[in-house]
């Protein structure tokens, strides 16, 4: 299985709201990444997870809460977003974060608007 | 910034053709990835160059590496419909995966 899976595929959300955006592969990785990508931009780096532990946040807002719950699931949690955070929200994991010099394998995404 | 740099940003063809794109970056690496991105999905790895290569293939792609210019090439041969897609180069610099702006390949049958 080489999946990442990702859930919801759309979100919309008010900026009252409090979401979460989840993230499972079961290919024995042990580097998990969320990533942010607006229309037509190249995926910006939030945050990496190195056996479950959080080794990167890229000064990320504090709206944007992320959770590594065990080895194989990532979690997003949002609140209190504001419209410029729509954009498509990006997983991803590799084998190991080895100065990132493994191949990474990416979900799907989710498409999150917020209104 | 290690950012890589595309060019061209965007590249008509139609099937058939060659397709070449160009990346650029500012600092060594380790090695220097391609992604593809079908139209808001995600990324699909395509290949890895270590910096101590020069030339890597993959099916229909071929990669090159010239690491005194601080340049990569990805070729795509015999293009098809389906290679239509963004292209992003990545570099390993500050031990995070940084990636380039892209480059849009329209494919035309």
């Known amino acids: 299985d080489t999946e990442v899976t990702q859930t919801p595929k759309h979100l919309v959300m008010g900026m009252t709201n409090k979401k979460s955006l989840k993230c499972e592969q079961h290919m024995g990785h042990r580097a998990m990444y969320w990533y942010k990508q607006k229309a037509k931009k190249p995926p910006e780096l939030m945050f990496v997870y190195s056996y479950e532990k959080l080794s990167i946040n890229e000064s990320v807002p504090s709206r944007f809460s992320p959770e590594c719950p065990n080895s194989s699931l990532l979690n997003l949690h949002l609140h209190a977003l504001q419209p410029e955070d729509s954009a498509l929200y990006l997983c991803?994991?590799?084998?190991?974060?080895?100065?990132?010099?493994?191949?990474?394998?990416f979900g799907p995404g989710t498409r999150l608007t917020v209104t | 910034s290690q950012q890589g740099e595309e060019d061209p940003q965007a590249l008509s063809i139609q099937e058939g053709e060659n397709a070449t794109m160009n990346c650029s970056y500012k600092?060594?690496?380790?090695?220097l990835q391609w992604y593809r991105q079908n139209s808001g999905r995600g990324l699909v790895h395509l290949i890895l160059i270590r910096s101590n290569e020069r030339e890597k293939h993959s099916g229909r792609l071929r990669v090159t590496l010239d690491t005194s210019k601080k340049s990569s090439s990805l070729l795509i041969t015999a293009s098809r419909a389906a290679d239509t897609a963004s292209y992003f180069c990545a570099t390993d610099g500050d031990s995070t995966l940084t990636f380039g702006k892209g480059t849009m390949l329209l494919v035309s049958p």
């Open positions: 991803a994991s590799s084998q190991e974060w080895a100065g990132s010099r493994d191949e990474q394998y």
């Open positions: 600092t060594s690496i380790n090695n």
